[in-house]
């Protein structure tokens, strides 16, 4: 068998192929752009994060947005979607452009193209929170949740190109830290946002008056959009590409290959039942210690800041002594949090619960998502990404859900039990886990040679 850096010679493609123009770039798969332009590109794609963490706080998912619906409706089930909206937007469809970034040279253009469109649904909510006093309620909820499921599927979309560009002109010796700082920052700017626009809203006597953050988002957006545009990628060569009938024996061709990988998936889902206590955590001692809004606000705050200082410190560990290692700080966190909250016995307790929760949280998305960027080669990338966030979705949405039926059927306690167990069975599959890294044998080429 011929070495996959150098393919045979074919005079046709084989079955599930199709040749590759005489015109793709003329470089070596293994790109420099990350060693040429690294710092530069570490520095624009900071600028680019910053600015979008400051939008995501004019316009929170989590604080703004559902106070803006509020006034239309008081369905829990609708407000509660909001930022479900936007986590499942974000993780389902990256499978889908994983086929079209395996035939592209550079992922730049493709990236810009996807991510305006991702912006744009700011620029509409400012526009329906200042018509909404002309329109219906109804129609203001429609074209509200409208918007919102655009900018989740048009982010999902943008995140696979924009992720495999990052992992070609970020070092990979400073990806933990790019994104531990990118992270950081994006948090810090967020509360910032978020601070601003409720001071903003705080007298608030209509809904138009919402348009203001809203707007503020939109400028935040396109500011980190002129940032992102700086990038500079260089082509890197495509082999030959996979015709779509044969993309599905691709993806199989990954899961059977790479079990370290599909042990990695396993461990992001178990993650994600691992830290669902959180969800729980601010009702729970509410209603059993009395807690006020106030000291429940500062819970979330602590939540809040702790990240700010865990991204980069999780992405500085990640890159010096490997991402097995900050996962496991993740998880044995939750671990330790959702203990404290099942015995806590005055509210005090909470704080350092929602503390470990906010490391947790960093681990569980900032950490793996620079970790995924570690598995395969450049070729295969695309698909690794996609396939990690999109099987990564349903246990998104289930855990929740099946935290939220335990706590309403057996008490909040016996829903902390259930996090617990799967907070052990993580932290136990990390263990077995291996460091990724190193340099991959490419299979999408590989299977060229089958």
Same mark, same amino acid.
């Given at each position: 068998?011929? &070495?996959? *850096?150098?393919?045979?010679?074919?005079?046709?493609?084989?079955?599930?192929?199709?040749?590759?123009?005489?015109?793709?770039?003329?470089?070596? &798969?293994?790109?420099?752009?990350?060693?040429? &332009?690294?710092?530069? $590109?570490? %520095?624009?794609?900071?600028?680019?994060?910053?600015?979008?963490?400051?939008?995501? =706080?004019?316009?929170? !998912?989590?604080?703004?947005? /559902?106070? %803006?619906?509020?006034?239309?409706?008081? +369905?829990?089930?609708?407000?509660?979607?909001?930022?479900?909206? &936007?986590?499942?937007?974000?993780?389902?469809?990256?499978?889908?452009?994983?086929?079209?970034?395996?035939?592209?040279? *550079? !992922?730049? +253009?493709?990236?810009?193209?996807?991510?305006?469109? *991702? #912006?744009?649904? !700011?620029?509409?909510?400012?526009?329906?929170?200042?018509?909404? /006093?002309?329109?219906?309620? #109804?129609?203001?909820?429609?074209?509200?949740?409208?918007?919102?499921?655009?900018?989740?599927?048009? =982010?999902?979309?943008?995140? $696979? /190109?924009?992720?495999?560009?990052?992992?070609?002109?970020?070092?990979? +010796?400073?990806?933990?830290?790019?994104? =531990?700082?990118?992270?950081?920052?994006? $948090?810090?700017? +967020?509360?910032? =946002?978020?601070?601003?626009?409720?001071?903003?809203?705080?007298?608030?006597?209509?809904?138009?008056?919402?348009?203001?953050? %809203?707007?503020l988002a939109f400028v935040a957006m396109m500011a980190s959009f002129f940032f992102l545009s700086l990038t500079k990628e260089k082509p890197h060569l495509v082999n030959y590409r996979l015709h779509q009938n044969g993309y599905i024996r691709y993806l199989l061709d990954i899961a059977r290959r790479d079990r370290d990988f599909m042990l990695f998936v396993l461990v992001r889902n178990l993650l994600q039942f691992s830290l669902l206590g959180l969800n729980f955590y601010a009702i729970y001692v509410a209603l059993t210690f009395q807690a006020s809004l106030l000291e429940i606000g500062l819970m979330n705050g602590i939540f809040a800041v702790v990240q700010i200082f865990a991204n980069p410190l999780l992405g500085i560990i990640s890159d010096r002594f490997g991402f097995r290692l900050s996962l496991m700080l993740g998880a044995f966190s939750a671990l330790l949090s959702t203990l404290i909250a099942l015995g806590g016995r005055q509210t005090s307790w909470f704080y350092l619960s929602f503390g470990l929760a906010g490391v947790a949280n960093v681990a569980m998305w900032t950490v793996v998502i620079a970790m995924t960027l570690k598995f395969g080669a450049l070729e295969d990338r695309p698909a690794y990404i996609g396939l990690s966030h999109t099987l990564t979705a349903p246990s998104t949405l289930l855990a929740p859900l099946l935290g939220g039926w335990i706590a309403d059927t057996r008490g909040y306690s016996a829903t902390f039990v259930f996090t617990l167990i799967f907070g052990l069975i993580a932290l136990l599959t990390i263990y077995l886990l291996h460091e990724p890294g190193g340099k991959a044998k490419p299979i999408l080429r590989a299977r060229r040679l089958v």
């Open positions: 068998m011929n &070495h996959p *850096e150098n393919p045979p010679q074919i005079l046709a493609p084989p079955e599930g192929r199709e040749a590759v123009s005489a015109h793709a770039p003329d470089h070596d &798969h293994t790109v420099d752009t990350a060693d040429e &332009h690294g710092a530069f $590109n570490f %520095f624009v794609n900071l600028a680019d994060g910053s600015f979008f963490g400051l939008a995501l =706080g004019f316009a929170s !998912f989590v604080t703004i947005i /559902p106070l %803006f619906v509020g006034n239309f409706t008081t +369905s829990a089930v609708l407000i509660g979607l909001i930022p479900a909206i &936007h986590t499942l937007g974000w993780q389902l469809p990256q499978i889908i452009t994983a086929h079209r970034l395996s035939r592209m040279g *550079e !992922f730049k +253009s493709f990236l810009l193209r996807i991510t305006f469109l *991702e #912006r744009l649904p !700011f620029l509409g909510l400012a526009l329906i929170a200042w018509l909404a /006093p002309q329109i219906s309620t #109804r129609w203001v909820l429609i074209i509200t949740y409208a918007l919102l499921i655009w900018q989740g599927l048009a =982010g999902g979309l943008a995140a $696979n /190109p924009w992720q495999s560009m990052i992992a070609k002109v970020i070092p990979a +010796s400073r990806q933990g830290t790019f994104f =531990g700082l990118q992270g950081g920052l994006a $948090n810090a700017l +967020s509360g910032l =946002g978020a601070i601003i626009a409720g001071a903003m809203l705080v007298q608030a006597t209509e809904t138009r008056q919402y348009a203001l953050p %809203f707007s």
